[in-house]
C-alpha cells in the first residue's frame, strides 16, 4: 500500500500474448460493412488502399484470439502491464463501501491508451514498406501515440485536429510535433474537401477524418491509420481488460460488479470491457457493464442505429451502428476525444444486444469529479475519463445508500496534464453544458442514407 493506495501488478511474464477478439463469443454476428457506392459487403480489396493486409485481416476474422507480433510486444513493455490501482482515498472521501479499482492508461508514453493500437498499425504499415501515414485527431491523444509509434519505425506522420481542440489545446499540438508528426488545423485548405469550409470552422471528427482519408488515397506509399472504432483498433486494446481481470483476481477479488469506461469511438470502452463481457458470457463474473458519453454528444443514448458514413465527406464503408448522422457537427466540449458522431460497431452491436447500459453526463458533473478525484488519488484524469469517473461516483454513493458492498472497476484512460486549460475553465465557472437539442439531432440524422 502506498499513500492509501493499493496497486496491483503483473510480471512482465503476465502479459497478454495475444489480442481478444468478442466476435468469435458474439450469440449473433455484427452486420458487416458496406461499400459506400454499391451498398455490397464491403471485401479485402476495398479496403486495400486504406490499410495493410495484416489489418484487414484482423478487420474481419472471427478467431478467438490473434497473436501480438514480438516487436509490438517489445514496445509495449515499455509501459505494460499498466497498474490497477484500489482508490482508498477516493472511497473514504465519498464514504461508500464500494471497492473502487481504477486501470490507469496514463502510463503510456502518449500518456494514454491510444499506444496500445498506434504501435501495431505503424508496425504493419513500416512491413508493409509504407512510408507516411496520415490520420486524424480529437483532443490530440490519438495523434501523440501515433507521431510516438512513427518515430519508433521510421514512419512519417501527417495529422489533421479538429479545429476546435487545435485552437484550445496547443500543448497537445506541440507533443505531437515533439514526437516527429506534422499537424493541420482541420478543416484545411490542403484538401479539396476541407476548402468547403469557412475559415475558423470548429471541425470535427467526421470532417478531419475525411480530410486524411483524401490525402492517403493519392499516394501509394500512403496509407491511413485510425485510432477507434473499427474493430481492428477494438481488438489491438483489449491488453487493458486482458490484464485488468487478472489483476482483480490477484487482489482477491472474486469478480467485477460494474465496469464502467468512457466512449466516444469505442476503443477505450472495448479494450477494457469487451474481457469481461467475455468473462460473463462464460459464467465466471456477472458484472454490469456501463458506457458513459457527453450529453452534448449522445451517441449511444439518443442516437439512432443504422448504417452510416464513417466521416463527413463519405468516402469510408458504411457501417452499421448508433450515429447522430455523419453531418453532425458536436459541441466543443472540452473532452475532445469524445467528440464522435458515432459508435464503433461492435460496441454499438452489443449495446443493441442488451449486453452493456449506456449513460450520458454533462460535463460540469464530470469535471467536478475529475478535480475530487485528483484531490484524493493524486492523478489528474484526461476529460474523456472524468466521465466514466462521473459515473463511478454515482454508482458508488447508490451503493452508500443501499449499504452495497461492490466491485467497481472503471478505466483511466489517460492523464489530464495537458487539459489545464479545462480545468481551469471550470474551476472559475466559465465551464457550462450544451446539451444537444431534439431540433439539432433531426437534423443531422436526416442526411444519414436510408439502407435496407
Known amino acids: 500500500m502506498t499513500n492509501g493506495r493499493i496497486r496491483i501488478t503483473l510480471d512482465e511474464s503476465e502479459m497478454p500474448t495475444h489480442w481478444y477478439n468478442i466476435v468469435a463469443d458474439l450469440p449473433t454476428p455484427p452486420p458487416p460493412p458496406l461499400h459506400p457506392g454499391t451498398h455490397q459487403p464491403v471485401g479485402p480489396d476495398d479496403l486495400a488502399p486504406l490499410f495493410p493486409p495484416e489489418l484487414i485481416a484482423q478487420e474481419v476474422t472471427a478467431e478467438r484470439y490473434v497473436e501480438i507480433p514480438e516487436p509490438v510486444r517489445d514496445v509495449y513493455r515499455q509501459y505494460r502491464p499498466s497498474p490497477l490501482v484500489r482508490a482508498r482515498r477516493w472511497e473514504q472521501r465519498l464514504g461508500t463501501s464500494a471497492r473502487i479499482y481504477y486501470k490507469y492508461e496514463g502510463v503510456s508514453p502518449a500518456g494514454s491508451h491510444k499506444t496500445n493500437t498506434s504501435v501495431p498499425q505503424v508496425y504493419y504499415n513500416a512491413i508493409n514498406g509504407v512510408t507516411r501515414l496520415t490520420t486524424e485527431t480529437g483532443a490530440g491523444q490519438w495523434g501523440t501515440a501515433l507521431a510516438y509509434a512513427c ?27 515533439v514526437f516527429g508528426g506534422k499537424v493541420h488545423r482541420s478543416p484545411s485548405t490542403l484538401t479539396g474537401f476541407g476548402k468547403g469550409f469557412d475559415a475558423g470552422h470548429p471541425g470535427s471528427l467526421g470532417i478531419a477524418i475525411t480530410e486524411a482519408v483524401e490525402l492517403a488515397a493519392q499516394d501509394e506509399a500512403t496509407k491511413y491509420a485510425l485510432g477507434s472504432v473499427l474493430n481492428h483498433v477494438l481488438l489491438h486494446q483489449s491488453v487493458i481488460g486482458q490484464e485488468a481481470v487478472l489483476q482483480l483476481a490477484k487482489a482477491g477479488e472474486s469478480g467485477a460488479d460494474h465496469v464502467i469506461g468512457c466512449a466516444g469511438g469505442g476503443s477505450n470502452f472495448a479494450g477494457l470491457a469487451f474481457p469481461f463481457l467475455r468473462e460473463r458470457l462464460e459464467g465466471r463474473q456477472a458484472p454490469r457493464i456501463t458506457a458513459v458519453e457527453p450529453a452534448s454528444c449522445p451517441t449511444l443514448t439518443r442516437g439512432e442505429y443504422r448504417y452510416d458514413f464513417g466521416d463527413t465527406g463519405g468516402m469510408t464503408p458504411l457501417m452499421k451502428m448508433h450515429t ?19 459508435m464503433a460497431p461492435l460496441v454499438s452491436h452489443v449495446v443493441e444486444e442488451g449486453m452493456i447500459d449506456a449513460v450520458a453526463l454533462h460535463q460540469s458533473e464530470c469535471f467536478e469529479t475529475a478535480t475530487e478525484f485528483a484531490r484524493t488519488e493524486g492523478i489528474v484524469p484526461a476529460p474523456e475519463s472524468s466521465h ?65
Request: aromatic letters at 6%; charged letters at 20%; proline letters at 5%.
Open 151 to 177: 518515430a519508433l519505425f521510421g514512419v512519417e506522420c501527417e495529422v489533421w485536429q479538429v479545429g476546435a481542440s487545435y485552437d484550445t489545446k496547443p500543448q497537445r499540438r506541440t507533443l505531437i510535433e
Open 324 to 342: 447522430l448522422g455523419h453531418d453532425f457537427v458536436p459541441s466543443p466540449i472540452h473532452a475532445g476525444g469524445l467528440r464522435y458522431h458515432a
Open 388 to 452: 466514466a469517473l462521473a459515473q463511478v461516483r454515482r454508482t458508488a454513493l447508490a451503493a452508500a445508500e443501499a449499504g452495497e458492498e461492490p466491485v467497481i472497476v472503471v478505466g483511466l484512460s489517460g492523464h489530464g496534464l495537458l487539459e489545464l486549460g479545462a480545468y481551469d475553465s471550470f474551476l472559475h465557472g466559465r465551464l457550462g453544458d450544451d446539451p444537444l437539442s431534439d431540433e439539432d439531432l433531426a437534423s443531422s440524422l436526416a442526411a444519414v442514407p436510408r439502407i435496407g
